[in-house]
């Protein structure tokens, strides 16, 4: 009977951090006021408007809060001509931007993105491109469809990749049905349609 109990517990115990690791934490009210756009966001995207938001948490650690802003045509996944459009993290901790770098390319394979060659080259790539951050930075990317991502920090602009394949698999770590964050994804997608 102590070993079934024991085992329930623990059951339990992974199920309620697995909820709170995949719920969505924060997001906009139906009928709430929508922010605008900030400017560099704006400029890159003209006519954006918030889709949605929420918030990562790993192992209850608050990592970032993630926005994701739209264009006129919202968020097309499944089309050739997919829209741009922009994601918005603002980190609630410090992290080290070989960290996050590598991160970023263990949720591209997860996500089944790239070949196991793109996703070395990618990753040497955003190893020189995405800096350490700090407690309230915001990094962002723009997704230019057929084209690739342009990165900014703190609103100004820090890197461009023009490989197409890349921005697929780098956006796909949040919006792809494969997504470790499954809350976080129906969150940002929650308005996203045109």
């Given at each position: 009977?102590?070993?079934?109990?024991a085992?329930?517990?623990?059951?339990?115990?992974?199920?309620l951090m697995a909820a709170?690791?995949?719920a969505?934490?924060?997001y906009?009210e139906?009928?709430?006021a929508m922010?605008?756009?900030?400017?560099y966001?704006?400029?890159?995207?003209?006519?954006?408007?918030?889709?949605?938001?929420?918030?990562?948490?790993?192992?209850l650690?608050?990592?970032y809060?993630?926005?994701?802003?739209?264009?006129?045509?919202?968020y097309?996944?499944q089309?050739?001509?997919?829209?741009p459009f922009?994601?918005e993290?603002?980190?609630a901790?410090?992290?080290?931007?070989?960290?996050?770098a590598?991160?970023?390319?263990?949720?591209m394979?997860?996500?089944?993105a790239?070949?196991?060659?793109q996703?070395?080259?990618?990753?040497?790539?955003?190893?020189?491109?995405?800096?350490?951050?700090?407690?309230?930075?915001?990094?962002a990317?723009?997704?230019?469809?057929?084209?690739?991502?342009?990165?900014?920090?703190?609103?100004?602009?820090?890197?461009?990749?023009?490989?197409?394949?890349?921005?697929?698999?780098?956006?796909?770590?949040?919006?792809?049905?494969?997504?470790?964050?499954?809350?976080?994804?129906t969150?940002?997608?929650?308005?996203?349609?045109?």
């Amino acid at each position: 009977m102590r070993r079934w109990r024991a085992r329930l517990v623990v059951a339990l115990k992974v199920a309620l951090m697995a909820a709170l690791i995949a719920a969505p934490l924060a997001y906009a009210e139906p009928g709430a006021a929508m922010p605008a756009a900030p400017d560099y966001i704006a400029q890159a995207l003209p006519g954006a408007r918030l889709a949605g938001q929420g918030d990562y948490r790993w192992l209850l650690l608050a990592i970032y809060s993630a926005r994701l802003w739209v264009g006129p045509f919202g968020y097309l996944p499944q089309t050739p001509d997919a829209a741009p459009f922009v994601l918005e993290l603002r980190y609630a901790r410090d992290l080290d931007g070989h960290r996050i770098a590598q991160a970023s390319a263990e949720q591209m394979a997860h996500v089944g993105a790239g070949t196991e060659a793109q996703r070395q080259a990618w990753l040497a790539w955003m190893r020189r491109a995405f800096p350490d951050v700090r407690a309230g930075d915001t990094l962002a990317g723009l997704y230019a469809p057929g084209q690739g991502a342009r990165f900014y920090l703190n609103g100004k602009a820090l890197a461009e990749l023009p490989d197409a394949g890349f921005a697929q698999a780098f956006f796909a770590i949040w919006l792809s049905p494969r997504t470790s964050a499954a809350g976080l994804r129906t969150a940002l997608l929650r308005d996203a349609a045109p």
